[in-house]
């Protein structure tokens, strides 16, 4: 039984049990209507709506999108409760999100524990709350609130919901004892049938102006996505719209945006980045290893971020540097960085004081002896790498996780460094790591299953995603990298100018163009990074000359304010330059290149198919798990737009044949040897197979 109803005294409790997070399905539904019908027949005098297990319903069974719809349907549903005779009261626990939160607001009363958080996070799914959030919350909360929190998609933790009026009581344990006293309380003090339907819009805030402000936002804040529109849109109707009109405004809404690419994409997404964390093969005895306490090499860019990255998740982490001074300047910026945090409201003092102290500075390695995990993060070298890891396994106890966050080195060759390879393992985090949610886990030939099993689980408690890879040049996401920035130089020298690639690129959905990036990142990393390469490993030389050529020049991008774009000191923005192109000019003359128009098309297949035909030689060489987990890195840690899917998605819905032939034709155009299609690509394409028959066949 999936909802139960049962009286206690003279209240009646409906109970659903629909592990693990109380989705409401069609057979939920259903039992709820009837439970609901049921109630209104004996000598209960108010009703309870709680959940068994970890939370309160988590909103639709989103295996049920892209079906046909099954009655009866979420309004149906709300309307059940929301006309009940008697008052219903939802008791939240756990986290009730989308549908489920849309069900407790069809609820006369809502009380929460105090650990409990509600959220519309439907905004992240490409779709919109489709049973009355858009209606109800505004009418309890005001516009301008209930635009932040459905258009965020932000789980609102129980106390700041009672201040904001979406709960209507916080609660302790035991929940149902105390929602069954708040019934009661209700009933002693008459309290009305509050329901939501029938309360006004508050005036003050409606103006027309809200809502422009609002789509402009929007169009900047979640650039390229139509439900972010649709949900201010809604909002809107829920002023100008009586209550029933309004809802099937919204109904219209949600279904045009839950058909659309964009929801059937991030759908995707949702399912992959909890699919990732699954590793394939581990026999059943892998362990995962308690991790209490945690050490950090190198306090530069990416030692500081995973420092507070641990120290957020409560862990203890003992910071090494070479010297006090770097020691003495890594703490300063971690105590800056939650400084902003907290001057910007997003943390308080005390909260940033209990996470600074969890962070002990040292220079000496004894202070590691007791760690459970080390991750190295020092200069990429691996002379000063080899070096490090001998002294993590002279001071390291036995059994303790020896990591690098190495961006490219080889883990293996790292790991050989030590007696005890099976404890090395790549961690690599992304910049900043305290905001990027990537975590790439590199498992070298040696490492055991335990430290896998244990990398895993540690990325998911530290809030990371993590994907799992093996030991390639620049493993998943760095890798892929390398062919798409060879794109962006290609195009330049051959015709276009960097406000065009980057134009293309982001219209397509990219955070950033590559050329921005490049500029933000820094020239010189790039170009430090190729003078120790021989001229066979850098390639084409007009892959990179326009790069060499501006560091040369003093143009390191956004630091030396000049770049492939020029950047203003005082506000960074950023500006076009001629320069740029008598370089790009020069270059292209220096190595016999004929420049010429390029499409905007031209530009978007050869960045795209650059990135897919790397994609499945990684797929195909066993370096990454699974299709989606590409995408996942992608989406995660290279600021491709999740509202498609990722590379592998991007293919999949465009076609593998259509994909292959694309680059078939790159291959025929430009003689280059990259554009030889990947051999898991030509084999699929040509068998007419899809990545999702690939993946069944696997299994
Ligand atoms: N429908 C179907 N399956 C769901 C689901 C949902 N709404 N929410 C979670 N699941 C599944 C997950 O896929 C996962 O399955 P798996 O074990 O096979 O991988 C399992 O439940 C557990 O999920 P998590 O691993 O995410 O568990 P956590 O404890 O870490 O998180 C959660 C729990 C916070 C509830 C998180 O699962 C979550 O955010 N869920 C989605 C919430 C959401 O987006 N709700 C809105 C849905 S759309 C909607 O309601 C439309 C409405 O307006 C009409
Ligand atoms: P960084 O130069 O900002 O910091 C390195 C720090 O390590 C410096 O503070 C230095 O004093 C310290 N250090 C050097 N040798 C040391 C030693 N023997 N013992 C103790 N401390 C030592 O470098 P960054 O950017 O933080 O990179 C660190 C590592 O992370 C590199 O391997 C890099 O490839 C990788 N990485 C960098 C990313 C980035 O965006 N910056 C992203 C992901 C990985």
Not at 147 to 166: C, H, N, Q, W, Y
Not at 333 to 357: F, P
Not at 371 to 391: C, N, P, T
Not at 530 to 541: N, Y
Request: charged share 25%; with cysteine; net charge negative.
């Amino acid at each position: 039984m999936l909802v139960t109803y049962e009286l206690v005294g003279d209240l009646g409790v409906i109970t659903i049990n629909n592990p693990p997070v109380n989705a409401l399905s069609q057979k939920v539904r259903q039992g709820l209507v009837e439970a609901i019908a049921e109630a209104q027949t004996d000598n209960s005098k108010a009703i309870v709506l709680i959940c068994e297990g970890r939370t309160f319903a988590a909103g639709a069974d989103i295996k049920e999108f892209g079906k046909p719809p099954m009655a009866p349907s979420f309004p149906e549903m709300n309307e059940a409760v929301e006309s009940s005779a008697k008052p219903v009261i939802a008791a939240l626990h756990g986290t009730a999100l989308g549908g489920g939160f849309e069900l407790a607001l069809s609820c006369h009363y809502r009380c929460a524990l105090k650990t409990a958080a509600v959220g519309l996070p439907e905004v992240n799914l490409g779709i919109l709350p489709g049973a009355g959030g858009t209606q109800r919350l505004p009418r309890l909360v005001g516009v301008e609130t209930a635009l932040d929190v459905i258009t965020s998609g932000k789980r609102v933790a129980a106390p700041k919901a009672l201040e904001l009026g979406m709960v209507d009581r916080v609660v302790e344990e035991p929940l149902q004892e105390l929602a069954l006293a708040y019934a009661r309380s209700l009933l002693d003090e008459g309290a009305p049938l509050r329901r939501i339907r029938d309360l006004e819009v508050p005036a003050a805030q409606g103006s027309a102006d809200v809502f422009e402000v609002w789509r402009k936002n929007m169009a900047k804040r979640r650039r390229g996505q139509v439900a972010p529109q649709k949900i201010v849109d809604c909002v809107e109707a829920a002023v100008s719209k009586p209550f029933e009109d309004g809802l099937q405004f919204e109904r219209a809404s949600f279904f045009e945006c839950v058909g659309s690419d964009q929801a059937a994409a991030m759908r995707h997404m949702f399912f992959a980045e909890r699919k990732a964390a699954v590793v394939e093969g581990l026999s059943g005895n892998a362990a995962v290893k308690p991790i209490n306490r945690v050490g950090i090499i190198g306090a530069g860019t990416m030692g500081g971020g995973i420092a507070m990255t641990f120290a957020n998740a409560g862990i203890p982490v003992t910071l090494l540097e070479l010297n006090q001074e770097a020691l003495d300047r890594g703490l300063a910026l971690i105590a800056k960085n939650y400084s902003i945090t907290v001057s910007k409201g997003k943390m308080s003092q005390e909260a940033a004081d209990k996470r600074q102290a969890l962070i002990t500075g040292s220079t000496s390695y004894d202070s590691l002896a007791d760690v459970d995990l080390v991750i190295e993060a020092v200069f990429e070298s691996m002379d000063v790498k080899r070096q490090v890891f001998g002294e993590l396994d002279r001071v390291c106890k036995p059994g303790a996780i020896l990591a690098s966050n190495t961006s490219y080195l080889d883990v293996n060759e790292i790991a050989a460094c030590t007696s005890r390879p099976q404890d090395v393992v790549g961690l690599h985090f992304f910049s900043p790591a305290n905001v990027m949610r990537l975590l790439e886990v590199v498992r070298a030939d040696a490492t055991s299953e335990d430290v896998i099993a244990t990398s895993m689980a540690l990325g998911k408690k530290i809030a990371k995603v993590p994907v799992l890879a093996r030991v390639c040049y620049g493993f998943i996401g760095n890798r892929m990298l390398r062919p798409y920035a060879r794109e962006a130089q290609l195009s330049m020298i051959e015709g276009a100018s960097p406000e065009q690639i980057d134009g293309v690129l982001t219209r397509f959905g990219m955070a950033m163009g590559p050329l921005a990036v490049g500029d933000l990142a820094g020239l010189d990393i790039g170009y430090k990074a190729r003078q120790a390469l021989t001229p066979e490993q850098k390639g084409d030389p007009r892959s990179y000359c326009i790069a060499d050529a501006l560091v040369e020049m003093g143009r390191l991008g956004q630091k030396s304010g000049a770049g492939y774009y020029r950047y203003d000191p005082e506000t960074r923005a950023r500006s076009s330059d001629p320069e740029v192109l008598e370089v790009i000019e020069a270059q292209a003359k220096a190595h016999g290149v004929q420049r010429r128009t390029m499409s905007d098309q031209e530009i978007l297949d050869r960045h795209l198919m650059a990135l897919i035909n790397e994609g499945f030689h990684i797929l195909g060489e066993g370096i990454a798990q699974r299709p989606s987990d590409i995408d996942v890195v992608y989406v995660n840690g290279y600021g491709f737009p999740v509202f498609r899917g990722g590379p592998m998605f991007t293919a999949s819905q465009m076609g593998l044949r259509e994909v292959y032939d694309c680059i078939c034709a790159l291959r025929d155009k430009t003689g280059a040897d990259y554009w030889q299609p990947a051999p898991l690509l030509e084999q699929l394409a040509l068998e007419g197979k899809t990545l999702d028959s690939w993946s069944a066949d696997k299994r």
